[in-house]
């Protein structure tokens, strides 16, 4: 055995928790051939019994190596981790490395915020101009309303950095929704609930690509050409992390697909599930939620 498994007890895989196919998920439950019955795919019944994601041995390869590893895997869609969708999972070690990888995408939005602060000297830029508004015609003044409060919270010093750190834990947590199979055994709800926190692993990418990002502008600030070398770092850097964002939505697609051994419709509907969830997230935590605090802010302030 690999340093990179981890045997799961027999307490961990009770009767109610069948082995599964790797390839369709027909139940194995008394099936002692070498091949599945219903899709012809080769059982390796040593293999069944093992976690192989490198995160389940953490104890073993030291936990810096084994989050690298589990990353390196996730994110190239290792063939070595093609099958843990069907394998013995403790969802309390994959719930450690998703607070990890939601406290390193928590570091980038703060680290995106703190530069944004420096340059413009403040919060103030948080705030929407109001006479626009004011001047405009009466039905949309229902705009100066929900503009006024929101600016209120947004240049209270703890908001936005507090609502930063709820939303990359939320973005993180709100995966598991995808992986729930409402027929599914306890067990296997929580193996499934283990692949959605795995699955997330490309978004501590984004941790590297900002450090880079910061470096380089940093740099280019010294050319003659300054204006277009700022441009054009900008614009490479987009492209980098607007494909970060895509394969961290197709590995979350794909577990799902092996999870739930799902179509192309059940993706479909996976991802549009998956990018409302984000954009409610976003709404509530950077929308909603500033609205709150400034509005309570507001009418705290008038009682003076």
């Excluded at 084994?66 to 843990?84: C, D, G, M, P, Q």
């Amino acid at each position: 055995m690999g340093n990179d498994c981890v045997i799961i007890p027999p307490t961990q895989t009770p009767d109610d928790d069948p082995p599964l196919c790797p390839n369709c998920g027909y139940d194995l439950r008394g099936v002692h051939a070498e091949r599945c019955s219903e899709c012809g795919q080769t059982i390796d019944w040593a293999a069944l019994g093992l976690s192989g994601v490198p995160w389940a041995a953490r104890r073993d390869i030291g936990c810096v190596r084994a989050y690298l590893r589990t990353l390196w895997l996730v994110t190239i869609n290792s063939r070595r981790l093609k099958h843990e969708a069907v394998k013995p999972q403790l969802l309390a070690d994959a719930r450690s490395f998703r607070r990890i990888t939601a406290v390193a995408f928590a570091a980038v939005l703060l680290s995106v915020f703190a530069v944004a602060v420096i340059e413009e000297n403040g919060l103030v830029f948080m705030a929407v101009p109001p006479e626009p508004l004011r001047a405009t015609a009466s039905p949309l003044r229902w705009m100066y309303d929900l503009t006024v409060p929101w600016s209120a919270g947004a240049t209270l010093w703890p908001v936005i950095p507090a609502c930063l750190i709820f939303l990359a834990f939320a973005l993180a947590s709100s995966v598991q929704a995808l992986f729930r199979v409402a027929s599914a055994s306890p067990r296997q709800q929580d193996r499934a609930a283990a692949i959605s926190c795995y699955a997330i692993a490309p978004l501590a990418l984004f941790l590297p690509w900002w450090v880079l990002w910061v470096f380089v502008r940093m740099a280019v600030r010294g050319s003659p050409l300054v204006w277009f070398a700022s441009a054009g770092v900008a614009s490479f850097f987009v492209f980098v992390g607007a494909l970060l964002l895509l394969v961290a939505i197709v590995r979350i697609m794909q577990w799902v697909s092996r999870s739930r051994h799902c179509g192309f419709t059940g993706i479909v509907a996976a991802m549009a599930k998956l990018l409302g969830l984000w954009l409610l997230c976003i709404v509530v935590l950077l929308g909603v939620l500033p609205w709150c605090s400034g509005f309570l802010w507001i009418v705290a302030d008038s009682l003076r």
